[in-house]
């Protein structure tokens, strides 16, 4: 057969460059033009490219009108579409003849594994799952497979862990609901049309509200950790230095346990008695470190050995820490309940009676899910905050949940200290009535010396309990005059100020004094004073 193209035996340069940008690059599927042709647009940009394969295969991005090679849409089509191995022989030709074409449509170039795979999972059918609630007409959803990919953006939707949707009144497959909103957009819905078509099998996918009610908010399953730079270690702290989180390289020991140092650290032969692996970004794999970095004569950062990702066994969470990791039981009424929100790991809807657990990055997972996971892996499936660590983590003596230090400080390892010294009261003086035990939250216990040296004793379930207003009048103080009253009043659990009672006059008022004030956290008492109603 006559072919336009030479044909090539090795890839180039430039092709595994822009194979390499495919994979690691968010591109949507808006439309097909046969089976050959396809509309697309990159995650952000609004432009789109239309991609035609044949002999030669073409692309109207600038890229390819540049170079004549392969562009990343045209790898995009047949790794990502068609799922061609990037080693295979079709994958980095400038063109394929119909013969090749129609051997990469119907799949020939699959291992017979992979086919046999397919070929078990079609003559079975794929299982429905009822769903809650659903609507007259409206089919079944399709429990996701491990080799379901989405149809828009063409990735693997257990792999990528996005909220899902599904076609409600067509095929029942599922579909990334930021891939719906692409999807929903490209096609310019006027405002009489209140459907969107599925980019499956061209039925109803669901109404526009519900998919923007999806959208809303699976934005809440987005947590702050996620936009976080990747060279940002979250939750790891270097044991030497104790910066935390870890910005750039990172380094962790072979043989401790949660021990990680910084590249500066690591440079200066901190813990030399064992090898290191690294890693740049907190989701990469971690690579073994060759030689020590502190015998580089230049301070250069050491290199990984082949460039190779060496199996690091990963630190388990241990069980006291997951116990006490935050859990509700899903409710009715409760958010988690709405359209939209899922659990990321098996991308199914929470249920009532469900439990949930929380992560400290603001993640919520089915417990069965996310357990088993934590306990081999002392990090966030999805943005690899690291959960424990021993240096940061404090347990409390009561059964409550942990309390995590703040790690973004830099000297973390420090805990403020209870005591008196931030109350004071100009011509009171206030002393700690037992300064062995430590009060408990919200409670003030101290004694008050009035004029004749009496304490006057302050009883602290009085605060915590009953959550009143406290006065305490002494006579003579602060007051040139015998028949003057001095009145502090307070609320141990509350910020707010008590108001002033009527016919009261400010210190600042009678005296020309500035009123007084006590101040401690959380907590301002005010002074005035007022003059006693004669009979």
């Not at 059964?399 to 703040?406: E, R, V, Y």
Request: net charge positive; glycine share 4%; charged share 25%.
């Amino acid at each position: 057969m006559f072919r336009k193209t030479v044909w090539r035996n090795t890839v180039s340069d430039a092709v595994s460059f822009h194979q390499d940008q495919a994979l690691n690059t968010t591109i949507f599927l808006l439309k097909s033009y046969g089976p050959t042709g396809f509309l697309l647009r990159e995650d952000g940009n609004t432009r789109n490219f239309k991609v035609c394969l044949g002999d030669p295969h073409t692309c109207t991005c600038p890229v390819f009108s540049r170079e004549q090679e392969p562009c990343k849409h045209i790898c995009w089509i047949l790794l990502r579409k068609f799922r061609l191995p990037r080693e295979h022989e079709y994958s980095f030709q400038h063109g394929l003849v119909e013969r090749q074409i129609l051997e990469v449509l119907h799949g020939l170039h699959q291992t017979r594994a992979h086919q046999t795979e397919n070929d078990s999972s079609a003559a079975s059918g794929t299982p429905s799952q009822p769903v809650t609630g659903q609507e007259a007409g409206s089919v079944c959803r399709k429990v996701i497979q491990a080799q379901d990919v989405c149809p828009i953006c063409q990735e693997e939707l257990l792999e990528k862990k996005q909220p899902v949707s599904y076609c409600r009144f067509g095929c029942g497959n599922n579909v990334h609901i930021s891939c719906m909103k692409v999807w929903a957009d490209h096609q310019q819905l006027s405002d009489r049309e209140e459907t969107v078509r599925c980019p499956l099998c061209r039925e109803d996918f669901s109404s526009l509200k519900l998919l923007q009610e999806q959208v809303k908010n699976a934005a809440k399953l987005c947590t702050a950790a996620e936009r976080e730079k990747p060279d940002r270690h979250l939750g790891v702290l270097c044991h030497s230095c104790r910066v935390c989180p870890v910005t750039g390289k990172c380094f962790k020991c072979t043989v401790c346990s949660y021990f990680y140092l910084c590249e500066d650290c690591s440079k200066k032969g901190c813990h030399p008695q064992h090898l290191f692996a690294s890693r740049t970004k907190r989701r990469e794999k971690w690579r073994l470190v060759t030689e020590d970095v502190c015998d580089d004569p230049k301070g250069a950062t050491a290199q990984p050995a082949n460039d190779s990702i060496i199996p690091i066994a990963a630190d388990p969470l241990p069980e006291n820490v997951l116990s006490r990791l935050p859990t509700i039981r899903v409710r009715s009424g409760s958010r988690l309940l709405d359209e939209g929100q899922q659990c990321r790991i098996c991308l199914q809807c929470f249920t009532l009676g469900q439990q949930v657990r929380t992560l400290p990055c603001h993640h919520k997972f089915h417990t069965d899910c996310v357990d088993g996971i934590l306990r081999k892996s002392n990090s966030c499936p999805l943005d690899g905050y690291v959960i424990f660590n021993p240096l940061t983590w404090r347990t409390s003596e009561r059964k409550t949940s942990p309390t995590l230090a703040s790690c973004f400080s830099s000297d973390c390892s420090k805990q403020p200290e209870s005591n008196l010294k931030d109350l004071f009261v100009p011509g009171v003086a206030l002393r700690a009535k037992n300064t062995k035990v430590t009060p408990s939250h919200g409670a003030l216990n101290l004694e008050v010396l009035t004029g004749s040296s009496v304490p006057l004793n302050i009883p602290q379930n009085q605060m915590v309990d009953r959550f009143e207003d406290l006065c305490i009048t002494t006579t003579g103080l602060w007051s040139p005059e015998p028949d003057h009253t001095a009145t502090v009043a307070f609320n141990a659990r509350r910020t707010r100020l008590q108001p002033k009672p009527r016919g009261a006059v400010t210190t600042n008022d009678t005296n020309n004094r500035p009123t007084s004030e006590l101040r401690m956290t959380g907590v301002l008492i005010n002074t005035w004073h007022q003059r006693r109603t004669e009979s």
